[in-house]
């Protein structure tokens, strides 16, 4: 892949790229709260919260899929400015009493995330080290998401929903003018065409399988995390202060970890990250120690990161053209689709039976990696 721009613009537009990004992603990180205090008002239904986060994630999937369909290789300050303006004007809207007009609120964040994600996205693929930028992009992200959640907590108080949405739109505004500040628009060009769609067989329907399903199981426990420690009698200030470092944590190690190199595509061992994340997700489930609770989410974040990054990265190598046009898509429709189905097994007491789904579906990523390297072999032997 080629691109046009200025190496000289590179660096910063990545940091300004980076921040856009961070502000975007804040409302998805920010679900697990969300869910907490819509509860604690009693503004909805345990099933009816975990909608929050699939009507975000739908609103960013239909961005995502849009972008790329009208052929926009770039996102401009103006659009990016614009929408900045309807992410702050979808947040207060999220605040409405009404359950169908706060949907439509978070449907429209969505939207708007998902044009800070592909801008992210377009700049760091546009880097002279992708796999840096990729990686440095969601560190950033992460902590970014870490300082707010603390912030919110220490300087707001959250007592209820309202002072949740109020603080986020207050929170927003300095981050969109910092990043709109070091932001400089890119477009990048491929260099190369696909001539001829790949033959679609079994094998690259299963890698798409195993990433929703891999991507619903852990989005729908990851959601309800704070909601259901503060109902084995953990305290919301503290929990959600335990999710803020974790946060601000995994996010460091992301970025010293691409600082190191270790953010090498082509590093595809998932067998101890897999086990450190079902133990993590057991360890989560049965907490009732703010240590362990901390210790757990902190090793889900770590493990969940590197671990999905290796998975696309097997996924697009072994069929580039089928699982690279349809992948940002599958990960988003099993990241919507993950939330109700665990509000829904929590309403009727069947939670154990979501964190089952969960730990079967991270050990998805393992399995399939193991079926793919023996195909691999497979066509060699026959090859020679």
Known sequence: MTTEFSRDHTTCSLWGASLLSSVGSLPLHLVPLIVATLIADSRTSVAGAGWIASAILFGQLSTTLLLPALGINGVSRALAFAAASVLTIGVAISNATEYAIMLTGWFLVGQCCG????????????FSRPAFALAFRLGIVLIFAGCVSGMLQLCFRL?????LITAIVISLVPMVAFGMVLYHPVNVRASYVYKRAQRLHIGSFAALLVVYLFFAGQTGYLSYAVQQAVGRGMTFEVTAMALALMKFLAGIWVICSSCLGHEDPKGTRFCN???VLVGAIVALFYSRDMVILFVALLAIEMALNKLSARLQAVVVTAWPEFGGRWLTGIMLLGAASGPPLNGFMISIELDGAFVLICAISALGPLLWQQWNIYRMNTVETVGT
């Open 273 to 275: 990250l897999t086990l």
């Open 115 to 126: 044009v800070f994600t592909y801008l992210g996205t377009i700049v760091a693929s546009g």
């Open 159 to 163: 007592a209820s929903y309202g002072d």
